[in-house]
């Protein structure tokens, strides 16, 4: 059974730091994209990062040069290191597994972690 | 980018069917058959109901089926539940340095 478990989300001020984890198992997790996706209160869906199955990264526009994404491969576990966080950046952040290689849909989904930007 | 376009609402009645439009450009929905829906309930975890336009995952009822025209794909539930009540966001695959993108979302409701 694949299950993702997030960690990491909380409470930073204004241009603090955090780091996310995504303990993944039930599939060989080096085989697969991988992305964070992130909801703020009340709005929709946005991709933030993503990693492709040949560990290329990719960042959307909004995180461009603050965030990065990686892999533990023998660990198991996705990161995304967030610097220079502001308000903005507040939301529900998922980790979700990619049906193949490529960044293109997302066939498992972990729960979410919480990061809320607020002095 | 911009996010694909989708209604903010729909609705329906139980039993009856309804459809969601997502509208992109030639340059994702238009260019590639990697649209996806998903499913969200308050407070849950996004669900992947269709992938590749028109594919069901194991498990996803037959009731949602997913087709494409154009720029713009569509999520159609049929013989509609109580349990479908929910927000439906689709997502389309790019092929460039941001890969995927999500529409704004569109909240069902069952009446």
């Known amino acids: 059974e694949v299950q993702l478990l997030e960690s990491g989300g909380g409470l930073v001020q204004p241009g603090g730091s955090l780091r996310l984890s995504c303990e993944a198992s039930g599939f060989t997790f080096s085989s697969y994209a991988m992305s964070w996706v992130r909801q703020a209160p009340g709005k929709g869906l946005e991709w933030v990062s993503g990693i492709s199955g040949s560990d290329t990264t990719y960042n959307a526009d909004s995180v461009k040069g603050r965030f990065t994404i990686s892999r533990d491969k023998s660990k198991n576990t996705l990161y995304l290191q967030m610097d220079s966080l502001g308000v903005e950046d507040t939301a529900v952040y998922y980790c979700?597994?990619?049906?193949?290689?490529?960044?293109?849909?997302?066939?498992?989904w972990g729960q979410g972690t919480l990061v809320t930007v607020s002095s | 980018q911009s996010a694909l376009t989708q209604p903010a609402s729909v609705s329906g009645s139980p039993g009856q069917s309804i459809t969601i439009s997502c509208t992109g450009t030639s340059s994702d929905v238009g260019s590639y058959n990697l649209v996806s829906w998903y499913q969200q309930h308050p407070g849950k975890a996004p669900k992947l109901m269709i992938y590749e336009v028109s594919k069901r995952p194991s498990g996803v009822s037959n009731r949602f089926s997913g087709s494409k025209s154009g720029n713009t794909a569509s999520l159609t539930i049929s013989g509609l539940q109580a349990e479908d009540e929910a927000d439906y966001y689709c997502?389309?695959?790019?092929?460039?340095?941001?890969?995927?993108?999500f529409g704004g979302g569109t909240k069902l409701t069952v009446l």
């Open positions: 997502c389309a695959y790019t092929g460039n340095s941001t890969p995927v993108l």
């Open positions: 979700a597994k990619s049906k193949g290689v490529i960044i293109a849909y997302f066939d498992y």
